[in-house]
């Protein structure tokens, strides 16, 4: 889906359960290309660590603009992924902890690993 093409949200109240399937189809498919081609890549055994910033990067890469898709969201993956069936953690930094603190996320595949 192009970033100029809307999700169709739905005409009623919106449930909880179908809000993490709205915001999908609201996410261009560069946003999958780019985040299962990091996790590919990154994969040591059952984990892959990404870092945020290498998604918004990669989003560039593919075409997106890096500004939009912080705006939009499009780097906060880990509920989508989740849904997946990954298990995933959010790694930020606490008020007290250093400024330069790249956030990341941890994909682990919950199964076999790939050694």
């Known amino acids: 889906?192009?970033?100029?093409?809307?999700?169709?949200?739905?005409?009623?109240?919106?449930?909880?359960?179908?809000?993490?399937?709205t915001k999908i189809e609201s996410f261009p498919e560069e946003v999958f290309i780019a985040v299962n081609g990091l996790i590919a890549e990154c994969l040591v055994g059952q984990r892959a660590r990404i870092e945020r910033k290498t998604i918004i990067k990669r989003l560039v890469e593919l075409g997106l603009d890096g500004t939009e898709a912080e705006k939009r969201g499009w780097d906060r993956v880990g509920a989508i992924y989740k849904q997946a069936g990954w298990d995933v953690s959010y790694n930020y930094p606490s008020l007290d902890s250093v400024r330069d603190f790249d956030p990341y996320y941890i994909f682990n595949?919950?199964?076999?690993?790939?050694?």
């Not at 169709?8 to 179908?18: A, G, M, Q, S």
């Not at 595949?109 to 050694?115: C, E, K, M």
Request: glycine share 10%; proline share 21%; hydrophobic share 20%.
């Open 109 to 115: 595949t919950q199964g076999p690993g790939s050694w």
């Open 1 to 21: 889906m192009s970033p100029e093409t809307g999700p169709n949200y739905p005409t009623h109240p919106i449930r909880p359960e179908e809000v993490l399937a």
